[in-house]
């Protein structure tokens, strides 16, 4: 009997010691980042709880949840290279897409993903860092360059004189109308 209540014992409380394991083990996985990078980890987690949630609920189509856990995947994998890679508590903020998705990012007409080279800037805005396979999608990496980063290379393409592929113009500001019911706004350097 006294067997009987041990095996019992332990059949029920072995997952609950190695779940419990398992979450001890997450943190000190995490402890090797500083606090930005851990914010970022643990709000890629949130949103596949947020998408794990939405599935349960069949708010979304099984094709929606995969792409969504393979998209947090990707980002994932990358903050975590990036991370390690730099040694550093900065991220930028990272965007992963499908070749579908690029409309998304660009102006007509859209880069093709064969034709990416890692580290390329596109539009002034993204720099490309790479193709990531999670499952049966294949994502293409972008970081978003923040405006100091644009400018400096808007700067640096004009003095040298380069449009660059797939380089977007500087907009022009339009004059305002004669019968403007609004005045201009003061422009200043930062």
Do not use: W
């Amino acid at each position: 009997m006294l067997r009987r209540f041990i095996t019992v014992t332990l059949v029920l409380v072995a997952p609950v010691c190695v779940a419990a394991q398992a979450s001890r083990r997450a943190p000190r996985a995490e402890a090797e980042f500083g606090p930005n990078v851990r914010i970022y980890l643990e709000y890629l987690r949130a949103e596949q709880e947020v998408v794990d949630d939405r599935v349960s609920r069949r708010e979304i189509d099984r094709n929606y949840y995969l792409l969504n856990s393979n998209r947090i995947r990707a980002l994932r994998q990358v903050a975590v290279r990036i991370a390690r890679e730099s040694d550093n508590d900065y991220l930028p903020e990272l965007l992963a897409v499908v070749p579908s998705e690029f409309e998304q990012l660009f102006e007509p007409p859209l880069p093709a993903p064969a034709e990416l080279s890692v580290g390329e800037t596109l539009e002034f805005k993204f720099r490309y860092l790479g193709p990531v396979a999670v499952g049966r999608h294949k994502f293409y990496v972008f970081a978003r360059l923040d405006p100091y980063e644009q400018a400096e290379l808007r700067k640096r393409r004009a003095s040298e004189g380069e449009a660059g592929a797939h380089a977007a113009p500087t907009p022009a500001t339009p004059a305002p109308a004669a019968d403007s019911t609004s005045r201009p706004r003061r422009v200043s350097e930062p």
